[in-house]
């Protein structure tokens, strides 16, 4: 049997059935990604002497909970006391952190095994994965294309059977894009609902952390072990926030498979632009045809300021990035720069060398939106704008349960196609960055695939249904009532 | 607002407050990138934000606080671990005030 082949539901029952051990389990993983990451490179750093230890204590009955035994991958701007900590960036190259992050604290608790770390986009800018200082990482689907980023590690190694499930940041799409590009579902929650200890900032009023995997279910799962308030971040939602009066509230497994009746689903006009390839366009009719049949009623909505999510995100982000990076100092942790001509020299030069051209970018673009004679026309006035797109969500949520629509205009592209325009790279997003700016959960499911591509290698599309805060529970239900449909999930890319 | 292009004089100041030492040619090239993409952002001024309240985070929290209670810290070796250059128990940086300090 190939444990590598099995869903994190199969991989724990079995464990914990004792049809196979968890170092098995983590040896059968381990020896794939030996075999084949050499090609997709979805890792930075493989932990395996970390990692049969954890399964070894699983096995002796150190270690129980409702994750025990089940192997998972980590995106790279997550802090882990084990291996380093690096956001594919130089200046963190040799970073070790000395505290786990708490989503990590809980995976280790619920008994999961840590496999290593995932590459990414630099700090978690980026839509492809090619702004990684340790280079690309492939799409497993089709090795010429990008996985989609930032979290493009995380959703190749789920995809290249390397991991059932991986971990990644979303802030504008960072995990729903990547899902969608590799065929997986992927969860951005309501901002709040995971703690953000221990990942490394990005836009603090926009990053969460959520699962990329397989299957509903298998999302769900490591969602339920890693969420919940955090008294070590003050902006995580206490439980009462988990309103139970919205049919949704903190259980998000105990009804997944149950369809949902009577279902609202609203598509907004915004989200079937013209810009949407003629395979995602198919793909969204067919997705709507099917929920018809299933008993729901689609719900025209109007989201009028969609168009405005990209400035507005791109001003707000990286402002607030801005910011969050000026720790990067050279003094305290990250490279230094070898010979400075005095402390400003110090800072600018460990900086330079240090950061991307992408890093550079944003924090340029974010300094200027706040600074002096700027910061009315640009940041103040994003923040106003932002509010508006918030309420253009509240008002839709009035007529329907959830609202659904592409995660992308289309399938991935090639490396390279779209690295030398930043605009170009930054549009990718129109259909994420919404959420994060408003802060309502959304997750990206497959749809069905772009078979027309030149080469001929189908290529996944991913379709996003998103709700209001804290609706995950019912917005998996939704996931569910789609995946039995359709069955997507078991197909794999022939890697 | 008229077309926004930032010149490099712009992008000179904007590196230097976001301490990113940069060459000439890098100003350049950064200020015709960021040029184009503020371009993009000009779309946000067809809007009427009279009313409308800034909305700078997702969550109504306020005033998060907790019991002041201490709790563990990191020692001063795992806050150290990671700097590049240590006098221990200090950081060690180059002279921040006198005469070629540079502040």
Known sequence: ?495 | MTTQRLTDQEVRHVAKLGRLKMSDEQVHYFAEQLSHVLGHFQKINELNIDDVEPMAHATDLTNVFRPDEPSTPLTVEQALANAPQTLPPFFKVPKVLGEGSGA
């Open chain 1, 1 to 495: 049997m190939d444990l590598t082949q099995l869903t994190v539901t199969e991989l724990r029952d079995g464990v914990a059935g004792r049809k196979f051990s968890a170092q098995e389990a983590a040896r059968a993983f381990l020896d794939r990604i030996a075999a084949r990451d050499g090609t997709i490179h979805a890792f930075n750093e493989v932990l395996a002497d970390e990692a049969m230890l954890a399964a070894r204590a699983v096995d002796e009955g150190k270690v129980t909970g409702p994750l025990a035994g089940v192997p998972i991958g980590i995106k790279d701007n997550i802090c882990t006391t084990i291996g380093h900590t690096t956001c594919s960036s130089r200046m963190l190259k040799n970073f070790r952190a000395p505290y786990d992050a708490t989503v990590i604290k809980r995976l280790k608790a619920a008994g999961a095994v840590m496999l290593g770390k995932l590459n990414m986009d630099e700090f978690a800018m980026g839509s492809s994965t090619e702004n990684s200082s340790t280079g690309v990482t492939r799409n497993p689907w089709a090795l010429d294309y990008v996985p989609g980023g930032s979290s493009g590690g995380s959703a190749a190694a789920v995809a290249a059977g390397f991991c059932p499930a991986s971990l990644g940041s979303d802030t504008g799409g960072s995990i729903r894009q990547p899902a969608a590009l590799c065929g997986l579902v992927g969860i951005k929650p309501t901002y709040g609902m995971v703690s953000r200890y221990g990942l490394v900032a990005f836009a603090s009023s926009l990053d969460q952390i959520g699962p990329l995997a397989r299957n509903v279910r298998d999302a769900a799962t490591i969602l339920d072990a890693i969420a919940g308030p955090d008294g070590l971040d003050s902006t995580s939602a206490p439980l009462d926030f988990y309103s139970a009066s919205q049919g949704a509230g903190r259980d998000l497994l105990g009804k997944l498979d149950e369809p949902i009746k009577g279902l609202k689903l609203g598509i907004a006009r915004q989200y079937l632009s013209d810009a949407n390839g003629p395979a995602m366009r198919q793909a969204m009719e067919k997705a709507i045809a099917q929920f018809t049949s299933m008993g729901a009623t689609i719900v025209e909505v109007d989201l009028p300021h969609t168009e405005y999510g990209i400035p507005v995100y791109y001003l707000v982000a990286t402002a607030e990035a801005s910011s969050n990076l000026a720790r990067y100092d050279g003094v305290h942790y990250g490279h230094r720069t070898a010979t400075p001509e005095d402390l400003i020299d110090l800072y600018a030069a460990s900086r330079a060398e240090g950061f991307g051209d992408e890093v550079k970018r944003r924090i340029m673009l974010g300094t200027y939106a706040l600074s002096s004679g700027y910061y009315d026309a640009y940041y103040l006035r994003a923040l106003k704008v932002r509010r508006l797109i918030r309420q253009d969500f509240d008002r839709a949520f009035e007529k329907c349960d959830a609202l659904i629509g592409p995660t992308t205009t289309g399938p991935a592209f090639k490396i390279g196609e779209k690295s030398s325009d930043p605009l170009q790279m930054y549009l990718n997003d129109v259909y994420t960055v919404n959420c994060n700016l408003a802060g309502i959960p959304g997750l990206s499911i497959c749809c069905g695939f772009d078979e027309s591509t030149v080469d001929r290698h189908p290529l996944p599309l991913g379709m996003q249904i998103f709700g209001p805060n804290f609706s995950e529970a019912k917005l998996l239900r939704i996931a569910r009532m789609f995946e039995a449909a359709n069955n997507h999930h078991h197909r794999r890319p022939s890697i």
